[in-house]
């Protein structure tokens, strides 16, 4: 588990956030699979909560070169995607499952985010 290999997976990571997170900022709830018309408070909500998305991305594009010294700024990044996790299991408890993409996320979330974690925990040297 090498610092590089972890290097490029949190790249990978932080271009989807980035590029997902300006889209649904720009384009609001219509970037959505199988999204439909939503009411004005729905897209207020959805173009900020993206905001925080675009900006994960950015802070852990940052955090790339130095992976192995910035350990806090990972941990709060990751933890609040860890906690945004949560916070859509709760959404399946309250509406039900959603879109396939979002199935995925939630694997993301969940098990690939604490995986990066725990990674990052292993290689730092800070």
Known sequence: MSRRALQIVLAVLATVAVASGLAGMLFGPVTLPDGEAVNATVDSEYRFTNAFWFTAGLVAWWAVPRV???TTVLRVTLGAVVLGGFARLMAVAASGWP???FRIALVV???VVPILLWWQSRIRTD
């Open 99 to 101: 879109h396939f993409v």
């Open 68 to 70: 192995e010294k910035v």
């Open 109 to 111: 979330e969940l098990v």
